[in-house]
């Protein structure tokens, strides 16, 4: 018979355990920090501080902690600055220490100066990169200060893969609330009042899915979390179910009992190894304590699931065809409706949430549907996650509340673009999104208004273009990528975009003729209003998205055979600066054409008929004469 | 809540009833409006990918009217600026991914892609052609695919799968390189393919199209040391008018044989005559069967597309197939035998050209069993629509041809040949002679109405005298595997099964010209039973030219000289490709040799095989028994889960160890042999 988990007495035992004087250090073990380095730091860690129970910070009697406790964390945001170690403060008087960029090598001054001698590092605290400001710890980094956390509330500051400190954090309190102590009903009124919209992208509201699921016939139900996260540059689902995964199942198990289901999925692509691992290992774990399985906190209600492994198709993203692929057909799209609520899974109703909108349920339902909505925009209450990438100083995960504007994001959490370069657009929503332009930096980022100027909120990828990208190549660069991703079954997705591709290549490469941008918006417009899916419908959005900012930009390319960035290869110029040329001949020489004349000691010339764009000449320059424009 | 039925939709400001609509797409029809489709089909699932039967419902936008409900009070339209300039869109993004080689493609009469252009008024493909191409897939006796005339609307995938439930095509790849194919890019007569066409038939373009034996027809037609005969099958008659623009349904066979003998066919026979000696041989043979209680339910086996999916899924049915030639080939084995004789030439001058409502006879006459003395029974197998082709080369005008009559005695056909034509014809011709042989003399036959239909399965109790016959009329294979499914698990209990693989029988054959809606498939059922009812005679016992042809040479119904000439047999085609790997050569063939057959196939392997292989190899080397062994590797035997299998000289032995291989081979050489063995 398994017994009811007792929740209590494992939060008074870890809390027993953690309060002992002594150190604990955190590093980041998020999918950038690791590729970073920092799991050599984490071992360094360990090996440095065997046998340290002679410092007065750690000496413990007895059991367990005899040592400082060295922990690997989900991504703590700031990958840019990885691998971070971070060395909490003790709730009163010390400090939290925030390191960057912290290599093994550094691992001995850590040990030595701070978990002995009690100081910070201070070659390894933060320095903010344009007022040069060193911050201690990271609530005061503006990077951090700047973002409300709610599903990212506990990434990084927690172990993933240990669901006792999930629990003494809080964890499953509301789970055990909401079994004991409401109705499916009543969960699902709590989600409608606080607002949330699925963080998938579309932005359904939550609670009315999980109701339209609720009251559907047909059983068995089935709850399915979509962390099939495949948009370029996007990584927050990565990161909240590597970083904090017993929050995105407790999301889950609630919305399985509000909406009915007695049986979960979780479809994870094969290419994220670890969040993989650790959803099992919190799967595992919960099984073990009897907090998935049967007879959950003695409610009657139960509950199980199982991870799926998608195979990295974009298409599966989209709910269908995510659906599709866990009956074990291809991934391909049907048509809606019937919605997954009615008709889902195996034909059965089924509520498919995104990994965001679980990790968002437990804040929800712990500190109530008018809190929730104290974040964010009245229509678009709470937080969002954003990948933040691109030409911009802090990448890195963030989450900021709905509403926010994209100025405050590039420029007070991101930090602004680097290298003296402006600010240009921002490709926000993936491949289905669209680019907002300099005009856009005070609008407010919520569904509505980004629907209205043709971008999403999307998965939440955010791309920072600054004024040295093209942005016909932008365009090409994700229609390339929804052209290859495109599942094919419907004629518009899967032959427009290849057409949408072809005009844009030949834009890209001069070859556009008069006419073609006009068919370009015209297909685009086509596509994105009578396509099957929801992936075929947005997939237009980045060409139609530039077309109305940067027109012109467009028009360059194909009037002028021009391009303003300087960018595409095809349409550069060489030129030599006859100021600058000594006439050494030596380009002359190497110019595999022949495209180049002059006479010695006097100013070459290219022949630009002749030219292909090799680039030898301004490369084997010696007086910087030769340029491309 | 109001139901469906009882509401109205506006569709283009005019009121229209919902009735018993499920989609708007079909409403919109029903309303006088042909929106143009390629994947909606009302026999498949809703698909929804062509996108061109798109409609402006008012506070949705844009939908496709196949996947949406009416909704009583939905307002619906068709026609806008907007929607013209998708659908225009539209079709030329499919043109533009089209190879667009119509002057030679065999579809380009039938092809929905060239209406659709025309229709919409496509004067100019704005967007950039395809330059790539793929190779055809040539692979299959029946069927040729090119993916360079593909518009990807899955008709052929779905009907494959939910009609037929093969499932040997499928979507892969992804983007603009999705392509239908078999798996892992195998050819479709490398797959477990069954030939029935319905694919073909399906395809709006010419991207699966009927491998064409014209060619070969015209060569013996123009070689003059060739006797060139015709048999023409019950369907063709229902099916061939249509593809001149005469209504569907009408039956044409006089102006049919008007047409062979025009082009130069010598004989032109009736296919019914063969079905005649089929009732009687598989007639005669259920009524044994069911006396002996043996082999029950008998499975009819006049479609070979069915007799090769109990071949490769169902070998443990086998025994219950019966083994009756189909028509085609017993009418074709028994004019090759006697035309000669007759006529006086050598029997190699015969050139038998079937016409055909089927695709799946293109693979019949293929088979191994189906060639007499190295030459084959039936040696062409045309179309309807190659037919007309013929037909439109030799410049005839089709319907104004004097009817002409079939030649004698094989062009003789009674009306229970003709029902061959029809799902549950077969049944009904086989149950008018069974009554007669089980009951008593029929005179005029009654309707068997409860085995007539289109229903997918119908089930039918027959009383004759005493006996009560259970009898399952199917039709679609998806349909019989269910049927074959329940039987086995003991749910239904029959004892006789008809199964026809396409959907109506022949009249909706992959060899008909294309039956866009099931009115077209009733109207041909419709024509064959009338056929029957106009004809002089109705049981197949009766027709006189047949009562002489046993009289002459079969004697009785089911006679050892009948079988010979009448039926066949069937092998399992569970494992394709399987190869035997010899071991031992030095089997001398002047003593009785043993053959010994050790699978390895992976089950017996992990079971021993090998081991067991290889220690058998040893013991026949030390015992001096290399002469008078031959040992094999073979693969799976189908006995996995009782491995290892080890066959000995036919006979297949389970769970084998050395010591029993041993003993048993010990045995068959026999005593004389095998004390000079061991005494070595």
Redesign the interface.
Known sequence: MMTTVNLDRIVKEVDRRLARPTWRVMVCDGTGCVASGSRLVHQRFLDSTEGLDGLAEVKLSGEDLCRPLISRTGCHGLCQMGPLVVIPGDGGAREEIFYCRVTADDVPEIVETTLKGGQPVERLLYRDPRTGTTYRSSAVIPFYANQTRIALADCGHAEPEDIEEYIARGGYAALRRVLTEMKPEQVCEELTASGLRGRGGAGFPTGRKWLATLRAAGSPKYLVCNGDEGDPGAFMDRSLMEGDPHRVLEGAIIAAYASGAGYGYFYIRTEYPLALTRMRKAMADARRLGILGENLFGSGYAFDCEVVEGAGAFVCGEETALLASIEGERGMPRPKPPFPAESGLFGRPTVVNNVETLATVRWILERGAAAFRRHGTPRSPGTKTFALTGKVRNTGLIEVPLGATLRQIVFEVGGGVPDGRKFKAAQIGGPSGGCLGVEHLDMPLDFETLGQVGAMVGSGGIVILDDSTCIVEVARFFMQFTQHESCGKCVLCREGTRQMLWILQDIVEGKAQPGDIELLEQTARAVKVASLCGLGKSAPNPVLSTLTLFRSEYLAHVERLYCPAGVCEALKTFAIDPDLCKGCTLCLQKCPVGAIQGDKRAPHRIDVARCTKCGVCATICRFKAIAAR | MMKPTDGTIVLDGRMVPIGDHVNLLDLIRAGGIDLPTFCYHSDLS???????C?VEVEGR??V?SC?T?PEPGMVVSTRSA?LR??RK??AE??L??HDMSCPTCTRAGSCQLRRLAERLGIDRI???QRQERLPLDQSSISLIRDPNKC??C?DCVRICREVQGIGVL??A??????QVTPAFGQGLGEVECVHCGQCASVCPTGALAVRSQVNEVWAAIHDPERIVVAQVAPAVRVGVGEAFGLPPGESHIGQTVAALRAMGFDRVYDTGFGADLTVLEEGTEFVRRYRARKDLPLFTSCCPAWVKLVEQWYPQLLNNLSTCRSPQQALGRLIKRELPREMGVAPEKIFMVSIMPCTAKKFEARRSEMVTDGRPDVDAVITVPELVQMIAESGLDFAGLEPDRMDLPYGFKTGAGVLFGTTGGVTEAVLRYAAEVMAKPLGRPPAFHKVRGMERLREAEVELGDDKLRLAVVHGLAAAQQLVEDVLAGKREYDLVEVMACPGGCVGGAGQPPARTPSVREARQASIYQTDTMLQMRNSQDNPYLQRVYADTLGEPGSPAAHELLHTHYHPRRRTGAVEVEISGGADPSHRVVRVEVCVGTNCHLRGSHDLLHRLIDHVNERGWGHLVDITATFCNEVCERGPAVRIDDELHEKCTLEMVLDRVEGAIGAEEAPVATSR
């Open positions: 809703v698909y929804g990918a062509c996108r061109l798109i936008g844009i496709t996947t409900r907007r300039d998708i869109l539209t993004l499919l533009a991914n704005r967007f950039r518009v990807l899955g499928d979507f790849n992804r983007g603009s390189k999705v």
